[in-house]
Each structure stands twice: as C-alpha cells, then as structure tokens.
C-alpha cells in the first residue's frame, strides 16, 4: 500500500484530497491543527501545527513512508491590507511557508 502525507487535510480542499488518495488506495496521514471529522481505517489524523517545527518532526515520527507528500496546510486573512497587523503576517509567513519547509525537509 502507498502512503500519502497531506497538511491541512480536514476541511476545504485538503479534505477532498484526503478522501480521493483513500478511494485511490492510499493510506493517508492528516497532518493538520484542526480536528479531521473524516474517518476510515486508511486514514490516520496526526493533530500537528506546521508552524511549529518541534510538532512537526515529533508527527513525522508516527509515520512509517510517504510516498506523496501534499503541502495543502495555509491561512488567509480576508481584510484590506492596511488592517493587517504584524501579528497576521507572522502567522501567514509561518504556515504557508516555514510549515512547507518544516515538512518537506
């Protein structure tokens, strides 16, 4: 059986892609900070923060091969630019991009 990691999993688009690797015969690890509702026996929610290079690794580690790995993990704050505080574009920058380097290094 091959194994898929997928981030950001449990809703949206991640959410769909879990459930079309599993009828395609995958295994798939949810690397995700929200709660997956999808359950099925190819399918194992690993609750992780990409943000957080400590809980990535420490979820790696409940992973036995990946042969496709999907960075689909990310955040938008939908508001005009000049209401964006330092605060969001910190979360921004570490998800949708230390959470890529976090998880595919």
Do not use: C
Request: aromatic residues 10%; proline residues 2%; charged residues 25%.
């Amino acid at each position: 059986m091959r194994h898929a990691l997928i981030t950001g999993g449990s809703a949206g688009i991640g959410f769909s892609l879990v459930r079309k690797f599993i009828e395609a015969g995958y295994f798939v690890y949810n690397l995700d900070i929200k709660k997956s509702a999808f359950e099925h026996s190819n399918h194992m929610y690993v609750p992780r923060d990409v943000k957080d290079a400590a809980q990535v690794e420490k979820a790696l580690k409940q992973v036995k091969t990946i042969d496709v790995l999907i960075n689909n993990a990310a955040i938008q704050y939908v508001k005009p630019f000049k209401e964006t505080t330092m605060s969001d574009w910190d979360d921004v920058i570490k998800t949708n991009l230390n959470g890529v380097f976090h998880v595919t290094r």
